[in-house]
């Protein structure tokens, strides 16, 4: 899901629903610093347990679908890159268009959008791949996780 982030990114980094963070442990591993995340959590429950397991990193509840509308008044425009663990699969093809749609407004260019999938298909819609020219890339998969997890990545260009 991280490897190609690299430690020395000099912008912010943007998790969709890091959950109880194992994700978020797995960036600050590569050497991220926690100060460069941001975290935007759905449930109430688990934002608070981000807060606290993540203190340096920026840790926000709020929809994913409503990225722009929640950064643009912290002054928070774009990021170098956005991991998610949302089940955009279990979605409608709707809010996940417009999930990723919005992320792929604050990407900045040469960013990526990394999704994991419990499917064999990128969760990304093929119509915002298009729309941003990005290029879809399959990362593998983890033959450990039950169920089986597919990492796509999506490089904005």
């Not at 093809?93 to 417009?98: D, F, G, K, N, Y």
């Amino acid at each position: 899901m991280v490897r190609h982030i690299k430690s020395d990114t000099d912008g912010r980094i943007l998790e969709l629903g890091p959950g109880t963070g194992s994700f978020t442990r797995a960036l600050i591993k590569t050497g991220i610093p926690e100060e460069k995340l941001v975290l935007l959590e759905q449930s109430q429950e688990f934002t608070t347990l981000l807060k606290n397991s993540f203190p340096k990193a920026t840790v926000i509840c709020g929809d994913a679908k409503d990225v722009i509308s929640i950064f643009r008044p912290l002054g928070i425009e774009d990021f170098n890159e956005i991991v998610s663990g949302l089940p955009l699969n279990a979605m409608g093809i709707e809010r996940r268009r417009i999930i990723c749609d919005e992320g792929f407004k604050v990407l900045k260019r040469g960013g990526s959008f990394v999704q994991v999938s419990y499917l064999p298909r990128c969760s990304i819609p093929d119509t915002v791949i298009a729309a941003h020219s990005a290029k879809r890339i399959y990362c593998g998969v983890t033959l450990g996780n039950i169920p089986p997890a597919f990492v796509w990545r999506a490089e904005k260009h």
